[in-house]
C-alpha cells in the first residue's frame, strides 16, 4: 500500500520512492532495497504498476515506475482496509467501561 501511494503523484525511480517513504514518516519508516524491489516486480507483474527506463536528476539511467489504473483501485481498495482495520483496533482499544 506504501508503495503504491508513494507513485500516486508521480512516478518514482526505486530510490526515489524509498526516499519519500522515509522523508513522508520523517524517518520512522525505512526501506531496504532487499524488500523494496522484489515487492516492485510482484506489483509490475500484477499490473498495479508499469515501468520505463529514464534519466534521474543526475542523469543516471534508472527504472521509473507509474501507478496504472489498475493499480489505483488496488491502492483505493487497500486504503480502506486499512482504515477499517484503525477503526477496529481503536474500538478495542478503548477503555470499556465496567
Known sequence: MLILRSLARAPRHGYGIARWLEETSQ????V???????ALYRMEDRGWISARWGLTDLKRRAKFYRLTARGRERLEAEEKGWNRMVRAIALILQPQEA
Open 27 to 30: 524517518g520512522l519508516l525505512q
Open 32 to 38: 531496504e532495497q532487499g524488500s523494496l524491489y522484489p
